[in-house]
């Protein structure tokens, strides 16, 4: 599997720390000293999800020097977007012309490696040979604005990524463990036969047992994906990492005993846009000419489930 196109896309609106000083019981120094963010992007009433996830679309297969019609399957991945149903790839897929099968999935933060996996799969099972896959999120319309240890986190955004079947193996590892440390409850209807009260909606964080599942999971599927390419840290030329908070990627360049300039990050100014996080830092990467054919890249990211990944690849 191999990676020849990337796109992203941000909504127009920049909302800094400062900005959120006039709602929140807070300041600049309290949120990059713990997060690393100086802003985010976030959609506003005239933008939604679904144009991002197009936009990011086209300008992967631009990047690609393809048409939407030499596709043969589109994976979106989302945590919530504009609609119930059809999924947002469907969408995607009528925008941009494609004629394919499309389908969308939910593996929270970790939801581009996962993604990643199941495109693998379809290319060593024949199914497929170029695929797209986006990941769209519109975080910022889960969280809590009034609660300030988690609604300074996010951004909302959308990255993609075109694959082919025609480059070399690549190493994945994933892993899932229940817990309720991070999660967002479904809004509840009644129905004649179902009399439920709605339940709280809006996204909940336990912030300590997150920072020590992430970096110990993700330290842990870094070195898998290494041990199963005999690699070794020093061999790779990027850790492209789920940008949830400055400090998580400190912990993890200090675990690997690796220099700095190998942990790329765009965190202080996009936020937390969950799954869309590692594509859109890899879109800006791609553009601006840090990667080399030949390059070994391991992505990772964690989030709620607990779940998360990695992916090693070469350029």
Request: charged fraction near 25%; hydrophobic fraction near 40%; glycine fraction near 6%.
């Amino acid at each position: 599997m191999k990676i020849i196109g990337t796109g992203s896309a941000v909504p127009r609106r920049k909302v800094t720390n400062e900005m959120l000083t006039e709602f929140l019981d807070t300041n600049d120094e309290w949120i990059s000293t713990r997060t690393g963010i100086k802003s985010r992007r976030v959609l506003s009433t005239d933008e939604d999800v679904t144009q991002l996830a197009i936009k990011a679309s086209e300008e992967a297969l631009k990047d690609a020097h393809l048409d939407a019609t030499d596709l043969d399957y589109i994976i979106c991945h989302n945590v919530d977007n504009d609609y119930k149903t059809p999924a947002l790839a469907c969408v995607i897929q009528g925008a941009i012309k494609a004629k394919c099968p499309s389908v969308d999935m939910n593996g929270a933060c970790a939801g581009f490696i996962f993604s990643l996996d199941c495109a693998n799969g379809l290319m060593k099972a024949g199914r497929a040979k170029k695929i797209l896959l986006v990941c769209a999120e519109h975080m910022t319309k889960l969280t809590d604005w009034t609660r300030r240890e988690s609604c300074v986190l996010f951004g909302d955004g959308a990255g993609a990524v075109i694959l082919t079947d025609e480059g070399p193996d690549c190493e994945i590892s994933l892993s899932t463990v229940y817990s309720d440390a991070l999660y967002c409850n479904a809004s509840t209807k009644e129905t004649p036969f179902s009399h439920q009260e709605k339940k709280y909606d809006k996204l909940s964080m336990k912030g300590k047992e997150v920072f020590k599942f992430a970096v110990q999971s993700s330290a842990h599927d870094i070195q898998q994906v290494m041990d199963q390419a005999k690699v070794t840290a020093d061999d790779v030329k990027y850790f492209v990492l789920h940008q949830a908070n400055l400090r998580i990627v400190d912990a993890i360049k200090t675990h690997m005993n690796q220099t700095e300039e190998k942990f790329p990050h765009n965190i202080e100014r996009r936020g937390n846009t969950s799954s869309a996080s590692v594509p859109l830092l890899l879109d800006e990467m791609n553009k601006n000419g840090m990667l080399k054919e030949g390059d070994i890249v391991i992505f990772s990211a964690f989030g709620a489930g607990f779940s998360s990944g990695a992916c090693l690849m070469r350029w």
